[in-house]
């Protein structure tokens, strides 16, 4: 609940830098996970182009929500968090 009375911080620097590098490196590593969990199920042509369209919808989302996360630190840690887990499941995906 002491989450919701924060006020946002306005240390807007760390949380663009956060939304527009771990958030491109997150959604590039989402995107490949697309790529690596559709090569099997659809043709071959199609994947890469899915795994391409969705880094910007994962990005733009990304982006969007470190607004929304009370300091810049935080966003920080968050967004690493996210992008170690992501690329782990991306290397663990790959074998």
Known sequence: ??????????????????????GLSFAMAMGAIIVLLNKSHSDSSIAPQLGMWSIPW?????????YFIPKGWQTMLIFSIANVLAYALLFWLRG
Do not use: E, H, R, V
């Open 1 to 22: 609940m002491d989450m919701l009375k924060q006020k946002l911080q306005p240390d807007w620097w760390t949380k663009t830098f956060a939304g527009f590098f771990l």
């Open 58 to 66: 994962f990005w733009l989302f990304a982006f969007f929500i470190a």
